[in-house]
Structures are given as structure tokens and as C-alpha cells.
């Protein structure tokens, strides 16, 4: 069995701030061509909208990174994890429901 150590690390940061399209790729260390297919699949919206121009808000780091461990770990395309990314992050807006609810049930 491979032991596959990650090291997680983060940075706190004005969820204002943008990155350009080269930005983007090298924080990640990805390709233009996947993080455009991405955004071709809705995985990812850039906020300034000419591509190439493109500026991404810093906040997208985490998805772009999910999405390359997707990739990688599940051999998944662009599809796959479009699909992946919606059904997490529908997971996360339940449980955020679940518990608000929780929470106003407890008292």
C-alpha cells in the first residue's frame, strides 16, 4: 500500500482579492487549458469575463485544488467533477441546514 502524505496549508487572505488566469494556474499547478475547460463546465467563474484577461476571486484556490484531486485520485474529466463539486457542495448546504435547524430545535 502507497502512503501518500499531504501537507495542508493556508493562508488568511481578503476574500476580495482576485488572481489572474497565470496566477491561478501557478498557485494550483495546473495547466490553462484544464482551468479553462473548468470554467467551460461551470466548475469555476471567473470575474472578469475575457478569457485569457480572466480574474478568479482568491476564494476559488480550494475549488481548483478539489478539482485537481478529483482529477487525480478519481481519474475523473471535466464533467466529473462538475458533477462531484455540485453534489459537495450540496452536501455542505444541507448540513449547514441540518444544523441551524438543530440549533434552533435545541432551544
Not at 66 to 75: E, K, N, P, S, V
Request: net charge negative; aromatic share 4%; with cysteine.
Amino acid at each position: 500500500m502507497q502512503d501518500t502524505r499531504y501537507t495542508l496549508t493556508c493562508e488568511l487572505v481578503d476574500h476580495g482579492e482576485t488572481l489572474t488566469f497565470a496566477e491561478l494556474c501557478r498557485s494550483c499547478g495546473v495547466h490553462a487549458e484544464w482551468v479553462a475547460l473548468l470554467v467551460e463546465h461551470g466548475v469555476l467563474e471567473p470575474v472578469a469575463p475575457r478569457e485569457r484577461q480572466w480574474r478568479f476571486a482568491i476564494t476559488q484556490l480550494p475549488r481548483v485544488h478539489t478539482a485537481r484531486r478529483l482529477a487525480q485520485d478519481l481519474d475523473l474529466n471535466a464533467s466529473g467533477i462538475a458533477l462531484a463539486l455540485e453534489l459537495i457542495d450540496e452536501i455542505r448546504t444541507l448540513r449547514s441546514q441540518l444544523a441551524a435547524r438543530e440549533t434552533l430545535d435545541a432551544h
